[in-house]
Protein backbone atom coordinates (compact mmCIF):
# COMPACT_ATOMS: atom_id res chain seq x y z
CA UNK A 1 0.00 0.00 0.00
CA UNK A 2 0.81 3.71 -0.97
CA UNK A 3 -0.02 6.79 0.20
CA UNK A 4 0.93 9.95 -1.99
CA UNK A 5 0.21 13.26 -0.70
CA UNK A 6 -0.09 16.67 -1.87
CA UNK A 7 -0.75 20.02 -1.68
CA UNK A 8 1.61 21.97 0.80
CA UNK A 9 3.46 24.95 0.03
CA UNK A 10 3.85 28.68 1.24
CA UNK A 11 0.95 30.75 2.18
CA UNK A 12 0.59 33.47 4.63
CA UNK A 13 -1.14 33.76 7.39
CA UNK A 14 -4.82 33.84 7.39
CA UNK A 15 -4.33 32.13 4.57
CA UNK A 16 -5.79 28.71 3.26
CA UNK A 17 -4.18 25.33 2.19
CA UNK A 18 -5.92 22.11 0.95
CA UNK A 19 -4.20 18.72 1.44
CA UNK A 20 -4.79 15.14 -0.86
CA UNK A 21 -3.43 11.89 0.56
CA UNK A 22 -3.91 8.81 -2.15
CA UNK A 23 -3.94 5.45 -0.80
CA UNK A 24 -3.15 2.61 -3.51
CA UNK A 25 -2.39 -0.69 -3.98
CA UNK A 26 -3.61 -4.18 -1.82
CA UNK A 27 -6.77 -2.25 -0.19
CA UNK A 28 -9.84 -4.26 0.85
CA UNK A 29 -11.03 -1.45 2.81
CA UNK A 30 -9.56 1.51 5.01
CA UNK A 31 -10.58 1.66 8.82
CA UNK A 32 -9.14 5.05 9.25
CA UNK A 33 -7.62 7.91 7.92
CA UNK A 34 -5.21 10.79 9.31
CA UNK A 35 -3.20 13.72 9.37
CA UNK A 36 -0.37 13.85 11.60
CA UNK A 37 2.09 17.34 11.04
CA UNK A 38 5.67 17.38 13.05
CA UNK A 39 7.12 20.78 13.24
CA UNK A 40 11.16 21.33 13.99
CA UNK A 41 12.17 19.95 17.26
CA UNK A 42 8.77 18.77 18.02
CA UNK A 43 7.18 15.37 18.01
CA UNK A 44 4.93 13.94 15.77
CA UNK A 45 0.94 14.71 16.18
CA UNK A 46 -2.21 14.22 15.24
CA UNK A 47 -3.93 16.83 13.34
CA UNK A 48 -7.08 15.19 12.53
CA UNK A 49 -8.65 11.76 11.29
CA UNK A 50 -11.74 9.99 10.46
CA UNK A 51 -13.13 6.91 10.59
CA UNK A 52 -14.25 4.62 7.87
CA UNK A 53 -18.17 5.56 9.26
CA UNK A 54 -17.32 9.24 9.06
CA UNK A 55 -16.55 10.56 12.54
CA UNK A 56 -13.79 13.08 12.30
CA UNK A 57 -11.66 13.97 15.45
CA UNK A 58 -9.70 17.17 15.64
CA UNK A 59 -6.36 18.25 17.52
CA UNK A 60 -7.84 20.67 20.07
CA UNK A 61 -5.49 23.63 18.22
CA UNK A 62 -7.06 23.29 15.00
CA UNK A 63 -10.60 23.01 15.64
CA UNK A 64 -12.59 25.26 13.71
CA UNK A 65 -10.14 25.93 11.25
CA UNK A 66 -9.54 22.59 9.56
CA UNK A 67 -11.77 19.88 8.47
CA UNK A 68 -11.07 16.36 7.53
CA UNK A 69 -13.02 14.42 4.67
CA UNK A 70 -12.68 11.40 2.99
CA UNK A 71 -13.76 9.79 -0.80
CA UNK A 72 -14.24 6.13 -0.06
CA UNK A 73 -14.85 5.61 -3.68
CA UNK A 74 -10.95 7.23 -4.13
CA UNK A 75 -9.49 5.71 -1.35
CA UNK A 76 -8.20 9.67 -0.45
CA UNK A 77 -8.68 11.83 2.38
CA UNK A 78 -8.25 15.62 2.09
CA UNK A 79 -7.65 17.97 4.31
CA UNK A 80 -8.78 21.53 4.28
CA UNK A 81 -6.78 24.05 6.23
CA UNK A 82 -7.88 28.08 6.50
CA UNK A 83 -7.17 30.87 8.68
CA UNK A 84 -3.58 29.53 9.07
CA UNK A 85 -1.11 30.84 11.80
CA UNK A 86 2.57 30.39 11.59
CA UNK A 87 1.97 27.61 14.33
CA UNK A 88 0.43 25.44 11.82
CA UNK A 89 4.13 25.36 10.29
CA UNK A 90 5.06 21.62 9.69
CA UNK A 91 5.86 18.72 7.80
CA UNK A 92 2.07 17.04 7.32
CA UNK A 93 1.91 13.25 6.94
CA UNK A 94 -0.91 11.20 5.84
CA UNK A 95 -1.76 8.17 8.09
CA UNK A 96 -3.79 5.46 6.85
CA UNK A 97 -4.73 1.91 8.97
CA UNK A 98 -5.99 -0.78 6.36
CA UNK A 99 -7.51 -3.91 5.57
CA UNK A 100 -4.95 -5.54 3.14
CA UNK A 101 -6.26 -7.73 0.89
CA UNK A 102 -4.26 -10.35 2.18
CA UNK A 103 -6.78 -9.89 5.34
CA UNK A 104 -4.04 -8.30 7.35
CA UNK A 105 -4.49 -4.71 9.21
CA UNK A 106 -1.59 -2.61 8.93
CA UNK A 107 -0.59 1.18 9.24
CA UNK A 108 1.04 2.97 6.65
CA UNK A 109 2.47 6.66 5.89
CA UNK A 110 2.97 9.08 3.11
CA UNK A 111 6.11 10.74 2.62
CA UNK A 112 5.14 14.26 3.99
CA UNK A 113 4.12 17.30 2.41
CA UNK A 114 5.54 20.95 3.83
CA UNK A 115 3.06 23.51 5.24
CA UNK A 116 4.67 26.93 5.88
CA UNK A 117 2.78 29.59 7.11
CA UNK A 118 4.73 32.79 6.71
CA UNK A 119 4.55 36.74 5.76
Request: hydrophobic share 35%; aromatic share 10%.
Amino acid sequence: VQLQASGGGLVQPGGSLRLSCAASGSIFSIYRLGWYRQAPGKERELVAAITSGSNPNYADSVKGRFTISRDNAKNTVYLQMISLKPEDTAVYYCNALVHTTDMRVSNYWGQGTQVTVSS
